[in-house]
């Protein structure tokens, strides 16, 4: 059974903080890797996806995967009230279209 | 939402029934997924989509079925609803094969008493 593994906290950090949040994966074989926000009766949002090792950075949000360990993370800089919410990881199954979540990290940004 | 439409958006049904969910994009996209969230188990694919008529099972499909007759519709059945399929919805489409991510609808939070 592939899996995605995610810590389902709550992490809790203060306004203006860096959060980090860390993900890892059971499939080798994984092409793409994504970071979904889902606030609370809300659908999933896509926010970052990443394709080859290394950091890619988009505004306050940078991820960063390492594929010969095997895991992916999501750093948020400047960490504001609006971030708190469940940040799911997503992988895909060995470069199909079809992708593995893991069951989410709750954040929470103390203001 | 990518041009994506869940109906109905809640539903509450007894147990034994039968029930069909709809998800619609006007993305024309091949693709389209149904996942399931549950506390403490994340999105689950149900079954998926890779064009009309293609479907497949994903990993939790037991008591599911799909039909996909047209680009833009996605059916999901649940045969005879049981308590253990309460639990909200979420249709999902992309537009390629690889390295694709997928757009979600907005739900569908079913109950089943």
């Known amino acids: 059974q592939k899996e995605v593994e995610q810590n389902s906290g709550p992490l809790s950090v203060p306004e203006g903080a860096i959060a980090s949040l860390n993900c890892t994966y059971s499939?080798?074989?994984?092409?793409?890797f994504f970071w979904y926000r889902q606030y609370s009766g809300k659908s999933p949002e896509l926010i970052m996806s990443?394709?080859?090792?290394g950091d890619k950075e988009d505004g306050r949000f940078t991820a960063q995967l390492n594929k010969a360990s095997q895991y992916v993370s999501l750093l948020i800089r400047d960490s504001q009230p609006s971030d708190s919410a469940t940040y799911l990881c997503?992988?895909?199954?060995?470069?199909?279209?079809?992708?593995?979540f893991g069951s989410g990290t709750r954040l929470l940004v103390r203001p | 939402d990518a041009g994506i439409t869940q109906s109905p958006r809640h539903k509450v049904t007894e147990t034994g029934t039968p029930v069909t969910l709809r998800c619609h994009q006007t993305?024309?996209?091949?693709?389209m997924y149904w996942y399931r969230q549950d506390p403490g188990h994340g999105l689950r694919l149900i079954h998926y989509?890779?064009?009309?008529?293609?479907?497949d099972k994903g990993e939790v499909s037991d008591g599911y079925s799909v039909s996909r007759s047209k680009t833009e519709d996605f059916l999901l059945t649940l045969e005879s609803a049981t308590s253990s399929q309460t639990s909200v919805y979420f249709c999902?489409?992309?537009?390629?094969?690889?390295?694709?991510?997928?757009?979600f609808g907005n739900g569908t939070r079913l109950t089943v008493t």
């Open positions: 999902a489409i992309s537009a390629r094969q690889n390295n694709s991510p997928l757009h």
């Open positions: 499939d080798r074989g994984s092409q793409s």
């Open positions: 990443i394709y080859s090792n």
């Open positions: 997503a992988v895909s199954e060995d470069s199909s279209y079809k992708l593995i």
């Open positions: 993305e024309n996209h091949r693709y």
């Open positions: 989509s890779y064009g009309v008529k293609d479907t």
